[in-house]
T-cell receptor
């Protein structure tokens, strides 16, 4: 069965510092991988997605993620965090386009000044 | 910007009452999903539809939950009777192809 693990429940990063949020998935083939962000009281917004091709994908708001098949990972990165990035981040996997997603439990990002 | 809309945004009800949540997907999207978010379980799929036909409702307690798409512009999720353990945020998402667009959610509290 597919599963997604986000090992870090809560991360605090200083404003301007770099960020990496970890995501590991369990799936037999190459899945469709997504990162979403959720601000308090809001729905989920897609940051980026990976299906195939270049393993480094660029997303919105300056985020990027790298797919590493050997590690079954899809970590999210940002070189310089802004206070407005404080939110909850979800990694998700789907087995094909247009199907339901399986989400990780999320990582809450706090940004300190 | 086209958006998924959900009503109501908040609902407080007593145990045993019927609850109906509504979702208007983005026009032209052929897939609609219902997810539930709780602190303990995170985000879980309840059901989803493609071209208004149910494809998967395995995540939904069948004895009390029902999901329908009366037409292409409306999806409903009904709980009857509601229980305190149903307290959660219920998200609707619509999609076309590889992207899913989420609504703002309905926060349900069952007392």
């Amino acid at each position: 069965a597919q599963s997604v693990t986000q090992p870090d429940i809560h991360i605090t990063v200083s404003e301007g510092a770099s960020l990496e949020l970890r995501c590991n998935y369990s799936y037999g083939a190459t899945p469709y991988l997504f990162w979403y962000v959720q601000s308090p009281g809001q729905g989920l917004q897609l940051l980026l997605k990976y299906f195939s091709g270049d393993t480094l994908v660029q997303g919105i708001k300056g985020f990027e993620a790298e797919f590493k098949r050997s590690q079954s990972s899809f970590n999210l990165r940002k070189p310089s965090v802004h206070w407005s990035d404080a939110a909850e981040y979800f990694c998700a996997v789907g087995y094909q386009a247009g199907t339901a997603l399986i989400f990780g439990k999320g990582t809450t990002l706090s940004v300190s000044s | 910007d086209a958006r998924v809309t959900q009503t109501p945004r908040h609902k407080v009800t007593e145990m045993g009452q019927e609850v109906t949540m509504r979702c208007q997907p983005i026009l032209g999207h052929n897939t609609v999903f219902w997810y539930r978010q709780t602190m303990m379980q995170g985000l879980e799929l309840l059901a989803y539809f493609r071209n208004r036909a149910p494809l998967d409702d395995s995540g939904m307690p069948k004895d009390r939950f029902s999901a329908e798409m009366p037409d292409a512009t409306l999806a409903t999720l009904k709980i009857q009777p509601s229980e305190p353990r149903d307290s959660a945020v219920y998200f609707c998402a619509s999609g076309q192809g590889d992207r899913q667009y989420f609504g703002p959610g309905t926060r349900l509290t069952v007392t």
